[in-house]
């Protein structure tokens, strides 16, 4: 077997960029230009009503399809006075003209009778759209131009509207316009930081120019990949927070060490050589740490859910991207870089080798009193960590959003003149036509008990298939969505009602659907499916760093060490958002901040897996090439973490200010994973890796690799190598 093969895979490739770069430069271009062509041609394909049934509620909403029965999206446009009492004879020429312009719109099904508040003040104007309501925000903009026609004809008196189709078309656009501002922050605090970094401008471009055309590309791609994973509405979102940084961080592994080796060299090998020793440790760490978040982030599979399945299929398209474009298009602008520089005679200011004087004072109570730093750090982990034993979660929805949308103060305004249309419950009953007459007695028990209860309101409305098979009672709740109160009327409902009524009966199927049913069972899925995907992210962590390090102990530690650092992340995330101290200190809509979103901790504790599995393979590898040069592993530890301290000190500093930046836009979810992934990478990089991470392996020593302590071997070289580190 030649040498070439013998070489590993990321030194063939890094050999064949360095070669021909301008082939692989040209080539990495057309293929983000492929990517996005063949996405736009494609096209996004969207999650439909089906993809998010869950439990019960999904089961109710099944029926209701089959039966033809599902609620059609309504809009509601209310008529008020700007002032005193309403005028009901011009509020109802308002409604007639409304009512005509509606009317003769193809988006709309039919316009119900005004219905007044209880107190005289508003009138209520219900459309009905056609087809489903993640559909009807797409043609929602005809009604909403009807409504402000209306408006200025009748100035003196406020014609607004707002609805299911309108609030989400709201919550829609303002999603596209924090995907502008997340850019906007995150580019120019990004280059900054990298011009500290490296001070060079071309220097920082790199990295900044391959994150930006790799999630460019992973846009694409994902457009097409969602023809097999429909996208939830949060694909280029998690596209962009996590590409920007994973970009630029496995750039920065194979670039710091790019101009380390050649520090070590002193000119002595060419950029090619250079970039080759790069390809063989860095670039061998930046294709494990991309496998790691891949296969940690697969997980997210597991739990049955399409915004899940969203995450993960953006998380996972953007990394791979990324992985390929550091092991392809870099070397080659390495080389031309170093090639351009020495035609210059202003070579790049190499990287020093070895440890500075900041990293030995920071490793020096890990190395000279590691028992008591690892004692003391642990301590200050787990105390913040506490506060996640109180972890209240909720699935975030129209209370939890930002006002700033128009639909939603109209919403407000409306459900203060109209607590009923606050929460809807559906009765949901399959029977043999037989048991029609049977199923509408037992309903309208039902309906009796429940307008006895102060937890329901009076309204009640009762509908029927054609086939006589399905059968619906709608019950409203005067409650907010996200209240104790609203949680009492389901639980109620399912529990105490539907027992004695409708499911006493023999053959008949029931079953309760509505926002808050819907939120129940969510919640109650996720917590079903969690043990699932938590013990398989462990699973798939140890044994990633077995195969890594061929080391049982290392793969322990490296849980232990991930379980740390995403505990304390959750402990902070409970207490700023929880607990209201974000709002308090950064003056956040306090709707953000009263509960953690329900799908926050388990996305944010698989990627944080991912995450802290590149700073375990980049540090760990690092002190196991010490150790295979036959230092012993005490010195082997400083030395390794001595010397990736600075890569991972500004990795750590690139990663933090883009999630930091995801803290200021308006998505309450976005807010509260943007925190946490920075707080986690700040706490990861500058405490696990420089005082835990150390102190353990210190204390370990030689127990740290095993079974197979590692052979002393001579370091890489260019052309030939063979070690893997």
């Known amino acids: ?94 409604v007639k003209d409304l009512t005509a312009r509606m009317t003769a719109l193809p988006e709309v099904t039919h316009v119900d009778p005004p219905v007044r508040s209880a107190d005289g003040s508003v009138l209520r104007v219900d459309v009905t759209m056609k087809g489903e309501e993640l559909d009807a925000r797409k043609h929602v903009d ?85 023809h097999i994973v429909p996208d939830a509405g949060v694909g280029n979102n998690v596209i962009l927070l996590i590409g920007m940084a994973v970009g630029v961080d496995y750039t920065l592994f194979y670039l710091k060490r790019e101009r380390e080796e050649r520090a070590r060299a002193g000119g002595r090998l060419s950029p090619e050589a250079v970039v080759e020793i790069a390809a063989a440790t860095s670039g061998h760490a930046v294709v494990v740490s991309g496998l790691a978040v891949i296969i940690s982030t697969a997980t997210l599979y597991l739990a049955g859910d399409i915004v899940f399945a969203s995450l993960a299929t953006g998380t996972i398209v953007v990394v791979l991207v990324a992985v390929i474009s550091s092991l ?15 035609r210059r005679r202003r070579p790049v200011a190499p ?11 920071l490793l020096r109570p890990a190395s000279k009193h590691p028992a008591i730093t690892l004692c003391l750090s642990a301590l200050v982990m787990v105390a913040l960590a506490l506060p996640a034993l109180g972890m209240q979660l909720r699935v975030l929805n129209k209370d939890s959003h930002s006002r700033e949308i ?28 037989g048991q029609a007459a049977e199923v509408a007695r037992a309903l309208q028990d039902l309906a009796r008990r429940a307008q006895a209860d102060p937890l329901f309101a009076k309204h009640v409305n009762a509908r029927e298939s054609a086939d006589g098979r399905i059968s619906v009672l709608e019950l409203s709740t005067p409650f907010r969505l996200s209240s104790q109160k609203a949680r009492e009327s389901l639980d109620r409902l399912r529990n105490d009602y539907l027992p004695v009524t409708v499911s006493r009966l023999p053959g008949v199927e029931a079953a309760v659907t509505g926002d808050v049913a819907r939120d129940a069972d969510y919640l109650a899925n996720q917590d079903a499916k969690l043990p699932l995907v938590v013990g398989f992210l462990l699973l798939a962590t140890f044994v990633m760093t077995v195969v890594m390090f061929r080391s049982l102990v290392l793969g322990l530690v490296g849980i232990a060490l991930n379980l740390l650092s995403a505990a304390g992340a959750f402990g902070l995330l409970v207490v700023f958002f929880q607990h209201g101290l974000a709002s308090v200190l950064f003056g956040f809509d306090p709707s953000a901040t009263s509960a953690i979103g329900s799908r926050v901790p388990l996305f944010l504790f698989v990627i944080l897996f991912g995450l802290s599995m590149d700073y375990q393979v980049f540090v760990v590898s690092r002190i196991r090439e010490a150790v295979m040069r036959g230092v012993p592993t005490r010195q082997a530890v400083v030395d390794g973490i001595g010397t990736s301290a600075g890569v991972v000190t500004s990795a750590a500093a690139v990663m933090v200010t883009v999630f930091a930046a995801f803290v200021f836009l308006h998505l309450a979810e976005m807010k509260q994973i943007g925190f946490s992934l920075a707080t986690a990478v700040l706490l990861d990089a500058f405490v696990i890796r420089v005082l835990i991470l150390p102190s353990a392996m210190t204390l370990l020593g030689r127990v740290a690799w095993w079974p197979f302590h590692p052979a002393p071997r001579g370091v890489p070289a260019p052309g030939g190598v063979t070690t893997r580190v």
């Open 328 to 342: 392809t298009v870099l070397p080659a602008l390495l080389v031309k870089i170093g090639r351009r520089a020495a």
């Open 351 to 361: 990287e020093r080798a070895g440890t500075s004087r900041v990293s030995s004072a």
């Open 142 to 226: 005809a009604l909403l131009d009807q409504t402000s026609q209306v408006q200025k004809e009748h100035p003196n008196l406020v014609v607004e509207e707002t609805g299911g189709p309108s609030i989400s078309k709201g919550v829609e656009k303002q999603r596209g316009d924090d995907l502008a501002l997340s850019e906007t922050l995150t580019l120019p605090i990004t280059l900054v930081t990298l011009l500290l970094v490296f001070g060079s401008v071309v220097m920082a471009g790199v990295p900044l120019l391959l994150a930006l055309s790799s999630i460019a590309a992973a846009m694409g791609l994902g457009m097409m990949v969602s």
């Open 406 to 433: 128009p639909a939603l103060q109209v919403y407000d305004r409306q459900t203060a003149a109209f607590p009923e249309l606050r929460v809807q419950h559906q009765v949901v009953v399959r029977s043999e036509p």
């Open 1 to 94: 077997m030649n040498g070439e093969t013998r070489r590993p895979l990321t030194v063939r490739v890094a050999g064949w960029s360095a070669a021909h770069p301008w082939r692989a430069v040209i080539g990495w271009f057309l293929f983000v230009a492929l990517c996005l062509g063949a996405g736009a041609a494609v096209g996004t394909r969207s999650a439909s009503t089906e993809d998010y049934r869950v439990g019960e509620a999904g089961r109710a909403e099944a029926m209701v399809a089959a039966g033809d029965l599902q609620r059609r999206p309504v809009e509601y446009v209310t008529v008020r006075a700007r002032s005193g009492p309403l005028d009901v004879a011009a509020a109802r020429t308002v």
